[in-house]
């Protein structure tokens, strides 16, 4: 009997020990079977296919594998009461399922854990480098940020010389923090330092850069008007080789100019925004014109940019600075701005207001002395201070008028060195600090430091001579001594009040704004 064998008959719940079972019918085993097969579809429905093996049955006898296939059990039939019951040894068809599908499974995670170790090895082989390791993030970074990088130096050494463009060469020893960037000298001309080809070079372009790297040509404005000049007389003298595209060799030809005005001195923000804007006038050029029309229809489009950028813009900026300029106010402003050179003296001579003007200056560059001779000549009052002295006169100060070398994505002001200091104290004195910048000066990089992507500019114009002596003189072969002639710095979004713009007065934050509008446009 199945009680007296210790297993119950036909599915049945299992006996407690010490209890005998009583006798049940064939229409009570049919019950009890239908309920357990219930109950473990409910459990395979709550606990999943993972853990049907652990509660079918029996566990398996020692030494045999809880998934190896056993030879299938014959129906059970409803006739006798002895018909249902299970050999000995013997599994339910549920059990047998549970642990096919048990194999299945194991055999599964085996070919899925292959897998894993071939594409681990492979990877092994060829690493591949995420787009935040440092190695990718350096070669994104522009050539002239990467002096202290040999293999960039390298490669822009190889770049220069398919171009036939003369490497210039460093000059003096670097503060560590900035030896990344390039440090010429003006010792010497740029002509006796480089091997200048006349043949891949324009004489033109030749002049530009030494007046660029000698100093002589200062200021956004004034670098990116000279510029575009050139590069009209430059499409001038072009002529198209045979079997070639204007708009394709035109493009080709101009590489090696803009190489060799980057070696005088590093290109501006604004001389960047115009060589894209060129570079894509001249490759939107269709192949039916003519060369002569070509080079008209490019000459033209140059000449509309410099009024509509420069000229234009300077005039809308005007009328809207006029708008923050009341009688009797006193204006701080800083270095040598064209552009508020242009407002002051348009508000005092074209509108008549009457106030006075702080012109603050530094040194090595002493570039205010230029805004104090043109101001006064106009016949408006001035008072010329140097920079250490801003907090002495800015409690009489109602605003802060500066220029801009670039308008950064982010919102930050790149100008002249020092003005970021100035911004600073004029918010400690609750002084409104009003930048004004064209929009073509409006820059996607991002930079909230100075130290990234900078200028240096001559270190020997921070030697001054006093009764004939320099105190400076032979730096150089001092080890322990280096001298560090910043050009720019970069003033944060918060420490400037508004931005003077030819689309209108913005907020820093607005920046992005005008830069998705100009791609749009374009």
Same mark, same amino acid.
């Given at each position: 009997?199945a009680?007296?064998?210790?297993r119950?008959?036909e599915g049945?719940?299992?006996v407690p ?5 009583p ?7 049919? #019950?009890l =079977? !239908?309920?357990?097969k219930? %109950? ?5 429905s709550?606990?999943?296919p993972?853990a +049907? *093996?652990?509660?079918?049955g ?6 045999q594998?809880?998934?190896?296939a056993q030879?299938?059990a014959?129906p059970?039939?409803a ?10 040894g ?8 549970a642990e096919?599908?048990?194999?299945q499974?194991?055999e599964?995670?085996?070919? #899925?854990? =292959? !897998?894993a170790?071939?594409? %681990?090895?492979?990877t092994?082989?060829k ?5 935040? +390791? *440092?190695?990718s993030?350096?070669k ?7 002096v ?9 050494a ?11 060469q460093?000059?003096g020893?670097?503060v ?6 390039h440090q ?7 002509t006796? #330092?480089?091997?200048i080809?006349?043949t891949?070079?324009h ?7 030494l007046?660029y790297?000698q100093g002589i040509?200062n200021?956004?404005?004034a670098r ?9 007389q430059?499409?001038?003298?072009y002529?198209?080789?045979?079997n070639?595209e ?18 005088c001195?590093p ?9 894209k804007?060129?570079?894509k006038?001249?490759s939107c ?7 002569d029309?070509a080079?008209?229809k490019?000459?033209d489009t140059?000449?509309k940019y410099?009024?509509?950028?420069i000229?234009l813009?300077?005039e ?8 923050k ?5 006193v ?10 050179n242009?407002t002051?003296?348009d508000?005092?001579?074209k509108?008549g ?12 560059r002493l ?7 043109r ?7 001035c008072?010329y201070v ?5 907090s002495?006169?800015l409690p009489?100060?109602?605003?802060v008028l500066?220029?801009a ?6 919102g930050?002001?790149?100008?002249r ?11 400690a004195y609750n002084?409104?600090v ?6 073509y000066?409006?820059?996607e ?6 130290f990234v ?10 030697i001054v001579?006093r ?14 001594l ?6 720019y710095d ?6 400037v009040d508004?931005?003077?713009?030819d689309l ?7 920046v992005?704004?005008v830069l ?7």
């Amino acid at each position: 009997m199945a009680e007296r064998d210790g297993r119950n008959p036909e599915g049945a719940a299992p006996v407690p020990a010490g209890q005998q079972a009583p006798e049940l019918s064939q229409e009570e085993k049919l #019950q009890l =079977r !239908k309920e357990k097969k219930q %109950q473990k579809k409910k459990k395979k429905s709550e606990k999943g296919p993972s853990a +049907e *093996p652990a509660e079918q049955g029996a566990p398996p006898e020692p030494g045999q594998p809880r998934a190896a296939a056993q030879p299938t059990a014959p129906p059970a039939s409803a006739d006798g009461p002895g018909d249902g019951e299970k050999p000995a040894g013997g599994k339910s068809k549920a059990e047998l399922r549970a642990e096919r599908r048990a194999k299945q499974e194991a055999e599964r995670a085996q070919k #899925q854990a =292959r !897998k894993a170790e071939l594409s %681990q090895a492979a990877t092994t082989a060829k690493p591949r480098q995420s787009p935040t +390791e *440092p190695q990718s993030m350096v070669k994104r970074l522009p050539e002239h940020v990467q002096v202290d990088d040999p293999a960039a130096q390298r490669k822009l050494a190889k770049k220069l010389e398919r171009q036939q463009v003369p490497l210039r060469q460093d000059y003096g020893t670097k503060v560590n923090l900035f030896s990344h960037l390039h440090q010429y000298s003006r010792k010497k001309p740029l002509t006796q #330092q480089m091997s200048i080809p006349s043949t891949v070079i324009h004489p033109a372009v030749v002049r530009l850069g030494l007046q660029y790297s000698q100093g002589i040509i200062n200021g956004s404005n004034a670098r990116c008007i000279a510029l575009l000049e050139v590069f009209k007389q430059l499409i001038r003298d072009y002529s198209t080789p045979p079997n070639e595209e204007l708009s394709r060799d035109l493009v080709a030809k101009l590489k090696p100019h803009i190489s060799f005005l980057n070696q005088c001195r590093p290109l501006s923000a604004s001389m960047g925004n115009a060589i894209k804007f060129l570079k894509k006038e001249i490759s939107c050029l269709p192949d039916t014109l003519r060369e002569d029309e070509a080079k008209e229809k490019l000459q033209d489009t140059i000449d509309k940019y410099l009024r509509e950028k420069i000229v234009l813009a300077a005039e809308a900026i005007s009328r809207s600075a006029f708008e923050k300029i009341n009688d009797h106010d006193v204006i701080l402003v800083y270095g040598c701005s064209s552009l508020v050179n242009r407002t002051l003296c348009d508000a005092h001579a074209k509108k008549g207001r009457a106030f006075r003007v702080i012109v603050v200056d530094s040194r090595p560059r002493l570039e205010g002395r230029e805004t104090l001779r043109r101001l006064v000549r106009k016949g408006i009052h001035c008072t010329y201070v140097m920079i250490n002295a801003i907090s002495y006169v800015l409690p009489e100060v109602s605003k802060v008028l500066l220029g801009a070398h670039a308008l950064l994505a982010n919102g930050s002001v790149m100008s002249r060195v020092g003005t970021s200091q100035i911004a600073l104290v004029s918010k400690a004195y609750n002084v409104p600090v009003l930048v004004c910048c064209e929009t073509y000066k409006f820059c996607e990089r991002v930079q909230t430091d100075s130290f990234v992507s900078n200028e240096l500019d001559d270190p020997d114009d921070l030697i001054v001579l006093r009764k004939g002596q320099a105190q400076l003189g032979g730096w150089a072969e001092n080890k322990s001594l280096r001298l560090l002639n910043l050009v720019y710095d970069v003033t944060p979004p918060d420490l400037v009040d508004l931005v003077i713009t030819d689309l209108g007065m913005i907020p820093c934050t607005s920046v992005p704004v005008v830069l998705r509008v100009k791609n749009v446009d374009q």
